[in-house]
């Protein structure tokens, strides 16, 4: 796997560590990580029922027991619960210093997804080729099982390190929106942390260290368009009525250029910093044509550009929209020739960084439903935005602690990209500890597919990051 022998006078002995982390996830962490993708735990947003299904009790379950059965001494495990809310397990270990390091993932899963390849599924652990398929594997519910085998690893080499919180929560595939009361109420129990680690994220490859350095904001909602209260005879109908699908296609040509892709409106864009502009360019000198080849292009379709830099400049600071599923059309054998009163879409607006979710959403709305081509009934309704996060500036002996990680676990240097997508948790940590450092990284590499069919986790990419957060953690201690 790459690790030195030794990590010379920082109390480490490293082919010890790498043997005992991957033998633990062979033994442990594999055979529980298959027990909890065959729970059906989707977030709430998609499973609204979820306290009488019982899933996510089911998934908390199997990980608190998966923590009690490995004895760590000193670690508690507990299950926190608020009414009406998704219950967050919060795990605790003592250090031995008065600094707070605190560990996120989530167990809360995607909704299914159509288009599994044949003997794949969601609910289904199939393991090929080094890949754990199946859904929620990859995001992220490996995270609390790594988090706790890393702090193992430090304590079986007697490894000094800080106090570390490990908090798992179950809404983040909805949006995190139960967390913030989560987070108020244990307020006190977390502290101030001088170190955040979160494996939400994702990897450019499997060959090295990632760590994500900005995430995108999101704004949604439901767009709307009525011409009629019933459907009539498209041959009457038709050059008198206007069709809502033209109409809803018109209000889009008001925020997305339907040729390239870019979002209009300049309030809706943010200048780039240089310093992410050069990450980004050290980023696709490393991956090249890897970016775009991580995806599943069909026949002859091609990237949006074929600048790589400009391809990871787009999926991490600029706008981008995409339409995630439509009412009112019926399906193909159902479809009759008639006007349809109504077309709705349901809108996905990826943000930058560092744009306020709450101004772009309101913005949304006004460019949407202004002005209604030929008088029709348009409405929008707004999802709750999510602002986006930019990281801190990177301390000297994190920079250096990632380096060192990366080259001992992996053989190659770390990189830094920002993500495409969302993690609500970032923006809420970095504006309640804004001294905090943070390393957000992850297994969700290329065609890792997490949210699509096909998801799967790289189990190697899995032990080896473990690896590198045990090593960032005893780093940690030595910095502060």
Request: glycine letters at 10%; aromatic letters at 6%.
């Amino acid at each position: 796997m790459g690790f030195s022998h030794r990590d010379r006078g920082r109390g480490m002995e490293w082919t010890a560590t790498r043997e005992f982390i991957e033998t633990t996830w062979q033994a442990s962490i594999l055979p529980a990580l298959e027990r909890y993708i065959e729970i059906p735990n989707q977030s709430p947003a998609f499973d609204p029922d979820w306290q009488r299904h019982g899933y996510m009790e089911r998934a908390v379950q199997l990980v608190a027991a998966w923590v009690a059965a490995r004895n760590l001494p000193g670690l508690t495990c507990e299950v926190v619960r608020l009414d009406g809310r998704t219950p967050v397990l919060w795990l605790e270990l003592p250090g031995d210093s008065a600094d707070t390091v605190l560990l996120y993932g989530h167990l809360d899963k995607q909704p299914p997804m159509e288009g599994w390849s044949d003997g794949l599924g969601p609910w289904t652990p199939v393991l090929r080729d080094g890949k754990l398929y199946g859904r929620g594997g990859a995001d992220d519910g490996y995270a609390a099982f790594a988090s706790v085998v890393a702090l193992e690893a430090l304590q079986r080499q007697r490894v000094p390190h800080a106090r570390c919180v490990v908090l798992i929560e179950a809404c983040e595939e909805s949006g995190s929106t139960d967390l913030p009361a989560y987070i108020e109420a244990l307020g006190e129990r977390i502290g101030t942390p001088s170190l955040v680690v979160c494996l939400d994220s994702g990897c450019g490859n499997y060959e090295q260290l990632w760590v994500t350095t900005s995430l995108r904001g999101l704004v949604g909602g439901t767009l709307s368009v009525t011409v009629l209260d019933e459907g009539v005879h498209s041959g009457a109908a038709s050059g008198v009525v206007p069709s809502s699908f033209r109409i809803a296609r018109q209000l889009l040509s008001r925020l997305e250029d339907e040729r390239s892709g870019a979002i209009l409106p300049a309030g809706l864009h943010v200048e780039i910093p240089a310093e992410r502009r050069a990450q980004a360019a050290a980023a696709a000198a490393v991956l090249g044509a890897g970016v775009a080849g991580g995806f599943p292009f069909a026949g002859g379709t091609r990237p949006v550009s074929d600048d790589v830099t400009e391809q990871l400049l787009n999926r991490t600071w600029r706008p981008q929209l995409e339409v995630t599923g439509a009412a009112g059309l019926p399906a193909l054998e159902h479809a009759g020739n008639v006007l349809r009163p109504t077309t709705t879409l349901k809108l996905s607006l990826r943000l930058p960084p560092t744009l306020d979710a709450g101004a772009a959403g309101a913005a949304l709305r006004t460019l949407l439903t202004a002005d209604a081509p030929h008088g029709a009934v348009v409405r929008f309704s707004a999802e709750q935005g999510t602002s986006g996060w930019n990281a801190p500036p990177l301390a000297a002996w994190l920079a250096e602690s990632a380096a060192r990680a990366s080259q001992a676990c992996f053989g190659r240097d770390a990189c830094y990209q920002g993500e495409g997508g969302t993690i609500p948790f970032m923006a809420m940590l970095g504006e309640r500890f804004p001294q905090a450092q943070f390393v957000i990284t992850g297994v969700l590499g290329p065609r890792s597919n997490a949210h699509g069919p096909n998801e799967f986790l790289h189990l190697a990419t899995g032990a080896r990051l473990t690896a590198c957060v045990a090593m960032i953690l005893a780093d940690h201690y030595r910095a502060t």
